[in-house]
């Protein structure tokens, strides 16, 4: 086991019974020129909270909006800006869609590059507080996946992966029937940081694991036999990886704009896995971020609350 990761080890093994540490989540947003001006206010209001962390699960733009430069860099200076760590997994607005008119013809591959340089360079998160994180690029095989991430907080593990929306690039921009290269390339780097993860987890006993996507996997229209195949191969490693951990697994993602808490992942009887939850977050227009609590000592180990942002009168 390299440095990195045992020093992660050592962390989580530490931190068994810490004090309560809470993060914040948000994602899809900001969508427009107002939504803009209201994320430096609800970043503030972030700060405002004692918070180890905070995680955007991805779309910094909407999905007709152009994925220039400028456009990056303005928002990783706001993410920058913040006074907590601020970790942050990509959408497919900001890559697998730039391809579109109203995008500006990107090359998609070419726009993920661009967020991996702007967004993923160093050792640490984005945001004033240093945050280190495990990059997945660190392992020469995978060095091109520097925004697969994992770090721990409150005795758990936290893992962050790009796997987005727009049925998670398996078509690419040509629409044919296999999927496309990229898919199949960055599909087996995450195959592989999710079931390390999930090992790492085991070994060091940790009560809970934290994954962050920004794609809803289409858990409903799966158990409905009618999956997305972008999504099938992950939402089968997860529900085996699930089974077989003993602690608590929370999924974190957007895409769909809906904040919902369920437990929508099942078992091979249609029978919902106790273990397992998944948090979406709000997404534009509607807006807010959630709360989220890790307490080893209490009988619930991950608590969430949902914190509405009612954005200004527009002027």
Not at 53 to 68: A, E, P, T, W
Not at 194 to 218: D, M
Not at 266 to 290: C, H, I, Q
Request: with cysteine.
């Amino acid at each position: 086991m390299k440095g990195a990761a045992l020093a992660l080890l050592a962390t989580l093994a530490i931190a068994a019974h810490a004090e309560p540490v809470s993060f914040g989540l948000f994602g899809d947003f900001p969508y427009n020129a107002r939504e803009r001006r209201e994320l430096p206010k609800m970043i503030a209001n972030m700060d405002a909270e004692n918070l180890a962390f905070v995680v955007h699960d991805g779309d910094i733009k909407s999905g007709s909006g152009v994925c220039s430069d400028e456009v990056f860099l303005d928002i990783r200076n706001l993410f920058q800006a913040s006074r907590h760590a601020l970790v942050y997994v990509p959408g497919d607005n900001e890559w697998t869609d730039c391809h579109r008119r109203s995008n500006g013809r990107y090359d998609p591959i070419e726009r993920l590059a661009k967020l991996r340089t702007l967004f993923f360079a160093g050792e640490h998160a984005l945001g004033q507080e240093r945050l280190r994180l495990e990059r997945q690029s660190m392992k020469p095989a995978y060095a091109a996946y520097r925004e697969n991430v994992r770090w721990s907080a409150g005795g758990a593990l936290f893992v962050g992966m790009n796997l987005p929306g727009s049925s998670n690039n398996y078509y690419g921009t040509t629409r044919r029937r296999g999927p496309s290269a990229e898919y199949v390339e960055r599909s087996r780097a995450n195959r592989a940081w999710l079931a390390a993860g999930f090992a790492l987890a085991r070994s060091s006993k940790a009560p809970g694991i934290v994954i962050v996507i920004q794609a809803n996997p289409e858990f409903e229209e799966a158990d409905a036999g009618r999956p997305n195949p972008g999504y099938k191969d992950f939402i089968a490693q997860l529900r085996a990886a699930t089974q077989g951990y003993a602690g608590e697994v929370v999924l974190v993602h957007g895409d769909t704009h809906h904040f919902q808490i369920t437990q929508p992942l099942r078992d091979a009887s249609g029978t919902p896995l106790k273990n397992f939850t998944r948090v979406e977050t709000y997404g534009s227009p509607t807006l807010g971020w959630v709360k989220g609590t890790i307490d080893t000592d209490a009988p619930q180990l991950f608590r969430f609350e949902a914190r509405p942002w009612n954005p200004s009168p527009p002027h």
